[in-house]
């Protein structure tokens, strides 16, 4: 899409949101929005606020907490780990032959979680308060 990259919007923000993004940036617009997508479905964001809140965590641990079965659940981790807001880890662990796995959320996914869908749920809790009929003055 073809814009006029010296026009403005209000406050001075660029007409194209893709020039928001720093000049060296990694990432592209579109990079963003498939974060934020992948975060819109339910058990990915489950998976999602289970790594940023609870820490690294195995399938396995994953499976129980969520009581989901596991290629559901790979299916998944594969979707947050090909955004980028999840990464898949393995090490060895003493007296255990084989890797374990193991995944953790990234900056990007503990951003996107805390700064995102948590926040939208905090401001909306703010807002009931803050209105709420019921509540002494």
Request: without cysteine; charged residues 30%.
């Amino acid at each position: 899409m073809a814009t006029n990259h010296s026009q403005t919007l209000g406050e001075g923000l660029p007409e194209d949101p893709a020039d928001l993004l720093p000049e060296e940036s990694v990432l592209s617009l579109d990079d963003y929005l498939a974060m934020h997508a992948a975060v819109g479905h339910r058990t990915r964001y489950e998976i999602l606020y289970r790594l940023v809140h609870s820490g690294d965590m195995s399938p396995k641990e994953l499976e129980a907490a969520m009581e989901i079965d596991d290629s559901t659940l790979h299916y998944h981790l594969n979707k947050l780990v090909d955004v980028g807001l999840v990464e898949k880890r393995q090490r060895t662990e003493r007296g255990q032959d084989g890797l374990y796995t193991y995944y953790r959320a990234t900056v990007f996914g503990a951003v996107t979680l805390t700064e995102g869908v948590d926040e939208l749920i905090r401001g909306e809790q703010e807002f009931e308060s803050m209105y709420d009929s019921s509540a002494e003055d």
